[in-house]
């Protein structure tokens, strides 16, 4: 989606369009989904903490300053959401949802031997992400999976730029490290 597309349908959100905001949950989700999961290793949580961030998002966005600054904003109420359920005494002990991993979807042309070694690699990459410091884990699933800009990673993350630099310096050493 292009820059001038998210900020009209964010105007239009902000004005009480619910299509416009159906449209930014359908384009945003994948990205966002993504980020939350580098708090979690199972997705429900993920799932839910994204369901919490849309309805808190669709609420508040009368209070968003500025229509262009509407995806840092949203990946930050995505993070405080994370952070306080990651805090809750329920998720002191992350736990991998291997249900959840063989759901994973593949394109229906792979064979099942493929489709078993791609799952396998993705429960693979998602455990070694796991074994990241959070702070490491969620600079690199924002940088490098999500593609945001290093200032926008220090605004999500409230750090600095030279912070997330480090910080995914030290995540991709460490998972050069696991991979090894």
Same mark, same amino acid.
């Given at each position: 989606?292009e820059?001038l597309?998210?900020?009209?349908?964010?105007?239009?959100?902000?004005?009480?369009d619910q @299509?416009a905001?159906?449209?930014?949950?359908?384009?945003?989700?994948?990205g966002?989904?993504?980020?939350?999961?580098?708090?979690?290793?199972n997705? @429900?949580?993920?799932?839910?903490? *994204? &369901?919490d961030t849309?309805?808190k998002?669709? !609420?508040s966005?009368?209070?968003?300053? &500025?229509?262009?600054?509407?995806?840092t904003?949203?990946?930050r109420?995505a993070?405080n959401?994370c952070l306080?359920?990651?805090?809750?005494p !329920?998720?002191q002990v992350p736990?991998?949802d291997?249900?959840?991993?063989?759901?994973v979807?593949?394109p229906e042309y792979?064979?099942?031997?493929?489709?078993?070694?791609q799952?396998?690699e993705? /429960?693979?990459?998602?455990?070694? *992400?796991?074994t990241?410091?959070?702070? *490491?884990? &969620?600079?690199?699933v924002?940088?490098?999976?999500?593609?945001?800009?290093?200032q926008?990673?220090a605004r999500?993350?409230n750090?600095?730029?030279?912070?997330?630099?480090g910080?995914?310096a030290?995540?991709r050493?460490?998972i050069? /490290?696991?991979v090894?």
């Open positions: 989606m820059a597309e998210l900020l009209a349908l964010v105007g239009r959100s902000r004005e009480g @299509q905001f159906a449209a930014l949950v359908v384009e945003l989700s994948p966002l989904r993504r980020y939350c999961r580098s708090f979690f290793n997705w @429900q949580d993920v799932d839910d903490a *994204l &369901q849309w309805v998002a669709w !609420k966005l009368p209070t968003l300053n &500025q229509n262009g600054a509407f995806k904003w949203l990946y109420v993070r959401i306080d359920r990651v805090r809750s !329920k998720n736990s991998i291997n249900e959840e991993l063989a759901l979807a593949a792979l064979s099942p031997e493929n489709v078993a070694v799952r396998s993705t /429960e693979r990459a998602w455990s070694i *992400l796991a990241l410091p959070s702070a *490491l884990r &969620q600079a690199f924002l940088v490098c999976l999500e593609e945001l800009s290093y926008e990673a999500i993350t750090t600095s730029e030279s912070t997330i630099r910080r995914i030290r995540a050493k460490l050069t /490290e696991a090894s």
